[in-house]
């Protein structure tokens, strides 16, 4: 028979038991308000979402709140209250990013190709309405949902039947049909609608400023007349036409009072209604959103012409990147060396007046640099006498950028390099002069190896910074100068800036081909500084 010996304790006397830590009234009040504020959010927000067809964005949304009330309504996922947050911010900000990115790349988005099938026909039809002997003439009104955007909209149109001796109150949008007023009866002062419960009437001032939007944007389909529309003509005047080109679903074509049919085919890299008499072979050069698989990376590579411009910016923002980072770091490693030395007298007042550049902001540095190398008034020349073309030689513009990256970045190096040097104990360099060795070969072969331990990293992002340094390019030079026969790319262009351009350029905007351009960048970058940072391993192996 064995006894058990562990003791036994007692409970005091008045003791009682532990109880859990109840959560506070307050406490559970900002719970559920937050809570509701969460769900009422995306109450509102799926709408209009589904209404877009933008899933994306609904799925990470309907993600997000689940996430939130399975954190905020059990005790098992504690910690995601802290890690939720930053997780949420990075993904939205920079993970969804390059996820549309991607996903646009295989698209054919841009100019001409933005909305659905469905509202390009629409835009088709309601863009070539024309007003008609039988044409109905209304007395209108514009407005907006109360709170609504009087520039842009969405808008409502008022309307009387200037015919309707009984004043009946119409009224639509681009979305909704025709029909009659249902509401509180509107005030009307002189045939026209002055003011509407839940909507608010636009002045004439307001209604002139958003014309041509709303000329452009409004046009009401009417119900039993499938070709009608009406459109505004001028702020108190609106009329019915018709759509002079007709859509036949059965067969897929656009059809044309003169008889000509524009059937859906496929032109270039994606379908639209063809039309031969078009310079880019679609009617009225409109197509819509779809996928082109691999079209637009194929592009880059059986398009001489776009793969000699790609190579070439490449090879520019190579040098470009890595000249930057040894131009400032040289500079910045010099200074540091220079006053870091005891020697030197007044070291915080001289490492202040280095740190200048830096503390002004960047754009002003550029848009100030940009008109120092002006041709006819830039100080540059006014000092030195000369009537150099900075911005009109690829050379000269080449050189001026390397000089103004220079002033701009070898503060950053400057303080870096005097950090790292000031953690590098004295004894390293006593034992070097103990010896033998010289000033110079103690810096080059003890301090710098040293230096570089710490340093290298940084110089590494330094340089997949400056492959994406887009201000540089567009506030000092816009890629000046123009290279003849290119448009999409200029002598000084980085691949950042000629994504830019293509995306947004003045030959019109290829978003789809520009995302394929910014993935292959994305991956070249961090390609480069993968290999960078495997490289910048072996310096450990100094310590």
Known sequence: MSTSLTPTIAPQSGASAPKERSTGLGAIVVKILFLGTVLAFGIFAAPALIRYKLWLWLVLMVAAIVVIFAIYLTKRFIPGK???????????????????TVQFSFTNFGDGARGTKEQTTQSILKNSVQMTPDSVLYHSSVAVVSGGDVANGPFTLF????????????????????????????????????????????????????LKTIQNETAVAVPDKPDYFVKVQFGTQAYQAKATITYDQATDTLSGADGKTYPNERVGDSNCFADPSDASGCFQGQSWLQNVGWRNYARLVTNADIRGQFLGAFGWTLTYAIGSVVLTFLAGFALALTFNDRRVKAQKVWRSVFL??????????????????????????LVFGTHLDWFGNPLLARIAIFIVQLWIGFPYMFIVCTGALQSIPDDVKEAA?????????????????????SVAPLLVASFA???????????????????????????????????????????????????ALAVLLFILTGALAAFQFRFTRKLEDLT
Do not use: H
């Open 82 to 100: 802290y890690l939720f947050p930053g997780t949420f911010f990075l993904s939205l900000f920079l993970i969804v990013p390059i996820v549309m």
């Open 159 to 210: 309307l009387i039947d200037q015919s309707d001796q009984a004043g009946t109150v119409l009224y639509g949008t681009a979305d909704q049909p025709l029909t009659t007023w249902t509401g509180a009866a509107p005030t009307v002062t002189g045939n026209v609608v002055t003011a509407a419960e839940g909507y608010r009437i636009l002045t004439a001032a307001e209604i002139n400023t958003a």
């Open 356 to 381: 200048l550049p830096y503390a002004i902001p960047g754009f002003i540095s550029l848009l100030m640099w940009s008109q120092f190398f002006n041709k006819d008034f830039g100080l540059i020349n």
């Open 433 to 453: 002069k103990i010896d033998g060795a010289t000033g110079l070969a103690t810096t080059f072969r003890i301090v710098l190896p040293l230096l570089l331990i």
């Open 465 to 515: 910074f400056n492959c994406n340094n887009f201000n540089m390019i567009r506030l000092l030079t816009d890629g000046a100068p123009v290279i003849p026969g290119q448009f999409t790319r200029r002598s000084t262009d980085i691949l950042i800036s000629m994504i830019y351009r293509q995306a947004f350029g003045n030959a019109g905007t290829d978003f789809g081909f520009a995302s």
